[in-house]
């Protein structure tokens, strides 16, 4: 097995051990990251009923126009993460449940969570 293949498969099992317990509701969404090597990118998911409510990502208009650089490192992530919390404030939502999907809570993921609680947001 090629060794990117094998780091795939090995995030698919670990998301898939996290998503057994966690669970998003209307009320307290879970707030899904996915990263790759130039974005990240942070949604907000009803697993009840299966909707995204909000989503964030270095692509995003009101983002991109504040970075500075790479978009694919510790400082993007932290960005995105408070302007994701900004969206989630404004539609209502104070607390949340983080699915890492699979990623170490570490680097561009942590400066991500970060983000978010500094823009108000209790997980």
Do not use: C, W
Not at 33 to 49: G, L, M, N, P, W
Not at 69 to 76: D, H, I, R, Y
Not at 104 to 121: F, N, P, Q, S, T
């Amino acid at each position: 097995m090629e060794a990117s293949q094998k780091r795939i498969d090995t995030r698919q099992r670990k998301k898939a051990h996290i998503r057994k317990r966690i669970v998003g509701t209307s009320e307290r969404p879970r707030v899904s990251v996915f990263r790759s090597a130039k974005h990240i990118y942070a949604q907000a998911v009803d697993d009840e009923s299966g909707k995204t409510l909000a989503q964030s990502s270095t692509l995003a208009a009101d983002v991109k126009s504040k970075l500075t650089g790479a978009s694919g490192n510790k400082a993007a992530a932290n960005l995105v993460g408070k302007a994701f919390g900004e969206v989630l404030k404004s539609k209502g939502f104070t607390s949340i449940v983080f699915d890492r999907n699979g990623y170490l809570y570490h680097g561009r993921v942590k400066d991500l969570a970060d983000g978010i609680r500094e823009a108000g947001i209790e997980f």
